[in-house]
């Protein structure tokens, strides 16, 4: 069965540091990857999602970058975060677009 | 620009109750809508997929619809118990996944 890996599960950070949040499936190949993010009071937003290995496309603009080295390994980077990077981010798969997405456990980051 | 709008945004039933949730979208061009559960702290687990050709999809007490000319899906829950408590999203494919912002629910014994 396929299984969902994301780490850590909570993160506290001070502005202007780094972040790679790692997200990583299994028992699958080629699939969908996402990273969304859920700010408190508000839905979740898409970030980026992947159809591929090095294959990255952005839906908003921002303070983060997303990379796929691997074909089921989905990184999310920021160079210097802002307190409004705040939230809880989640990974995603799926095995087609227009299929049902699975979410990993999420990751709690705050800024400080 | 499709919106996703669920009602209730709180819901607070004794147990052995059946639930009626609403989700409500703009824009009817869509290929799927999924339901989820998010446990407080924890990600989403998937728990129905309609796809716009079908209505219904049943899964143990839970049923969801789906009228898409009028915008709207409803998710039933049957004799809800104190572990159906969590908040329920429903989020509509069009070439993304949009997510209405939830209806909180708890049950009490």
């Known amino acids: 069965s396929q299984t969902i890996h994301q780490w850590p599960a909570t993160l506290v950070q001070p502005v202007g540091s780094p972040l790679s949040l790692e997200c990583t499936v299994e028992?699958?190949?080629?699939?969908?990857l996402y990273w969304y993010r859920q700010a408190a009071g508000r839905g979740l937003q898409l970030l980026f999602y992947?159809?591929?290995?090095?294959?990255i496309s952005s839906e908003v603009p921002q303070n983060l970058s997303a990379s796929r080295p691997q074909d089921r390994q989905f990184i999310l980077s920021s160079k210097k975060l802002l307190l409004s990077d705040s939230g809880f981010y989640l990974c995603?798969?799926?095995?087609?677009?227009?299929?049902?997405?699975?979410f990993g456990d999420g990751t709690r980051l705050s800024i400080l | 620009k499709q919106e996703v709008t669920q009602i209730p945004a709180a819901l607070s039933v004794p147990e052995g109750e059946n639930l009626v949730l609403n989700c409500s979208f703009t824009?009817?061009?869509?290929?799927?809508l999924q339901w989820f559960r998010q446990d407080p702290g924890k990600g989403l687990t998937s728990l129905l997929l309609?796809?716009?050709?079908?209505r219904e999809q049943t899964s143990g007490r839970l049923n969801a619809s789906l009228d898409k000319s009028s915008g709207r899906s409803t998710l039933y829950i049957a004799a809800s118990q104190p572990g159906d408590s969590a908040t329920y999203l429903c989020?509509?494919?069009?070439?993304?996944?949009?997510f209405g912002t939830g209806t909180r629910l708890q049950v009490f014994p």
């Open positions: 995603a798969w799926s095995v087609g677009w227009d299929q049902p997405q699975h």
């Open positions: 028992g699958t190949s080629n699939p969908n």
């Open positions: 992947s159809v591929g290995i090095g294959q």
């Open positions: 824009d009817s061009a869509i290929y799927n």
């Open positions: 309609i796809q716009s050709s079908q």
């Open positions: 989020a509509v494919h069009t070439d993304k996944l949009i």
